[in-house]
Every structure is written in structure tokens, then in C-alpha cells.
């Protein structure tokens, strides 16, 4: 018997995998949205001069042959899409049946993508404590907020689910397990933390995700099935997978190598949609599939 449940959304994340090029990114969404069958395009959105100290904006990239700038604020720079962009990026989605998304890094970038209204918005780890900014979000967006908790502490966890849930906003968040790293190895995945979000804090948010920075998809089929068998156990929905997503792992930037190509992000679209649907209890004893085989192979019935 299938569990009355909502599909899990695979998020293919291109972030600044587009190399700053529009006709990169479009072809990005299109191939995720039709060739592989993910549900969201999620992109980025800085304001470097913002986000960086002007000695950050203006140290060499640490390792030169990924930056696209003499500095690593150009190099930032170069890659970042204005709001415009990000309108013909929506418009894209539209076009191909695909959700837009993208993570903010800060209080400008927040301002302006709220302009957009799109479904949802993103808290990457590194800002998930930056407070004025979501504070922002929980003020003037009305959609989802997406929050992920890599590089994190159990307590700073905690404040920020409480800190939503203070503003009214928490059956707003998606709260993700995630390791901070690119790639990240098989055994800093931690897949058991899905549980302990689950736990704690899935009947007050409105899912849990995973996001993933490893490699292969064999993880990700792993973490569906943790979190719908705690959704079983009525410990809140178990709703997104993110992965980074590029069109050549080969390509020049830091995210590619943690990146599925499309053809990994077809098998991973494929394989949790299949998974999905065998993670169910039997509805009677003998289902009609075995009761041809039953019938004619099992001994001692007659």
C-alpha cells in the first residue's frame, strides 16, 4: 500500500555553472527540465561588494586557473547575473515547465530577488546565520525559504528553526541536511543527520531536504528513502533533493567536479521517482502480481 505522498522535488542547482554566460544558463534549465525531469533550476545571487571586505573583493582568486577575474570580487563579479537576467531566467523556466529558485547571499540580493516573486528563495550555509537577512525574507517574501545547515552546530540549528518559527514563518522553511564541501567524501555525507532533523524539527517546518556535494547518485536514493521512512513515522515530510548540476564536470570553476552531469541527473530524477513509489507497505498479503505466480508455483496449496 503507497503512502498518501507528495512527490519529493529534486532541485538541479546550477548556481554560477553558467560560467556567466545567458545562453549557458537557459540551455541549462532546458536540459534540466526536459531531458532530466527535475522539478526547480536554482541559480545565485550576490552583491560581491556587499558580501566581500574590500580585502576579499580584491586578493587573486586562490586558485587561478578556476577564476574568471584578476580579483576574487571580479572573478565574483563576472559570473553574477543582474535582476534583468534573472527575469529572462524566470521567463526561461516558464518556458520549459521548470520552477525557478535561487539562493541569496545577502540583504541587497534578497531585496532585489523578492522583487521577482519567485516560488521559492534559498539561505546557503555560509549566510544561515546572517539574521537581517532572512529577517528580511520573513518581512517581504511570501513564498517558501529554503535553508541549508551545512558547516552548522545542533544549537545553531535550533535558533535558527525557533527564529522562523518566532516570525510565524516556520510552516514557510525547508530546513536541509548538508556537508559543506566540493565533493564531499562518502563518509562526511552523514546521511543519519536527515534523522535527527527529522526528529527535531520536522513537524514544526514545512519539509526537509537534503542537498548533496558528492559523487554518484547512489546517496541521494539513500537519503529519499531515510526521510520517507520517517514520514511514515509521522516525522514530517521528507521534500527536496539538491544537487549541483552542469552540463561537463570538465569545465573551468570551482562547483563542476561536484557536479551531476545531464545524464546523472536523469538517473537521479529517474531513480528517485521509481524508489518513491516501491517504498510502500503491501495493502493485502498476496498482491495480484504474485497471484498468477501463486497459483501456479506455490507448493502445498492444494
Known sequence: MALDKTPVQVIAEIGCN?????DIAKDLIRVAATVCGAHVAKFQKRHNRELLSPVEYDTPHPVPSNAYGDTYGAHRDFLEMDVDQHKELIDTCKEYGIAYSTSVWD???AREMT???PPMLKIPSATNLHYDL???LCENFAGEIHVSTGMSTGDE???LVQFY???GRAQDLVVYSCTSGYPVAFEDICLFEIRTLMEKFGTTVKGIGFSGHHLGIAADVAALAIGRSLESEGKGRFSHIERHFTLDRTWKGTDHAASLEPDGLRRLCRDVRNVDQAL???GQDIL???QVQRDKLKWGLS
Open 18 to 22: 553558467h560560467k556567466g554566460d545567458m
Open 134 to 136: 532572512q529577517n528580511y
Open 157 to 159: 540549528i535550533a535558533k
Open 107 to 109: 540583504l541587497t540580493s
Open 115 to 117: 522583487t521577482l516573486n
Open 165 to 167: 518559527a518566532d516570525r
Open 288 to 290: 495480484p502480481v504474485e
Open 280 to 282: 510502500a507497505y503491501k
